[in-house]
């Protein structure tokens, strides 16, 4: 197997941190406010701001590189780091077509801000799904299976 999950779960935790960060410092100059995240879940699970980030946190940490973890790494092709963005790109989807939504967002974000906070999210995502591939694949797999293929085959030189 490719992926161990505590190493997965560590990634969870790290691309959560950078997530957090790049809402915190990088949203605002994107989107021309605050986002917070926190908020929005203690507004779906009818909680308070602090249980929002414990939830946050313990889906970015857990559920998602379990599911990571169990389900997506072995099917999905190429080295930890693009596995990484394409389980970003998924969430991104999900996010923006389910979860959104059930917040009052609308669908990819038409009622909370258009464009600029569909960019702003898909970077988010990237940013967590490359940290997470990046962390939970193998140390010593190589970054990209084309070329561990390209290395792997025979060469034939042309005589003369």
């Known amino acids: 197997m490719r992926t161990n999950l505590f190493r997965a779960c560590f990634g969870g935790f790290l691309g959560t941190i950078v997530v957090t960060c790049m809402v915190i410092f990088a949203s605002p100059t994107l989107i021309g406010g605050p986002a917070d995240l926190a908020s929005a879940l203690a507004r779906m699970l009818g909680g308070s701001w602090l249980a929002g980030m414990g939830m946050y946190f313990i889906v970015g940490t857990l559920a998602l590189p379990a599911?990571?973890?169990t389900l997506v790494d072995r099917w999905l092709p190429g080295g930890?780091?693009?596995?990484?963005?394409?389980?970003?790109?998924?969430?991104?989807?999900?996010?923006?077509?389910?979860v959104l939504p059930m917040a009052g967002g609308g669908f990819f974000s038409s009622a909370a801000g258009?464009?600029?906070v569909i960019t702003d999210?898909?970077?988010?995502?990237?940013?967590?799904g490359l940290v997470?591939?990046?962390?939970?694949?193998?140390?010593?797999?190589?970054a990209f299976s084309m070329r561990q293929e390209?290395?792997?085959?025979?060469r034939l030189r042309r005589a003369g």
């Open 121 to 128: 999210s898909l970077i988010g995502h990237l940013a967590y």
């Open 114 to 116: 258009g464009l600029r």
């Open 67 to 69: 599911i990571y973890f």
């Open 80 to 98: 930890p780091a693009v596995r990484g963005a394409a389980w970003g790109v998924a969430l991104w989807v999900v996010s923006q077509a389910i």
């Open 150 to 154: 390209f290395v792997a085959k025979p």
């Open 132 to 142: 997470l591939g990046v962390f939970a694949g193998d140390p010593n797999e190589r």
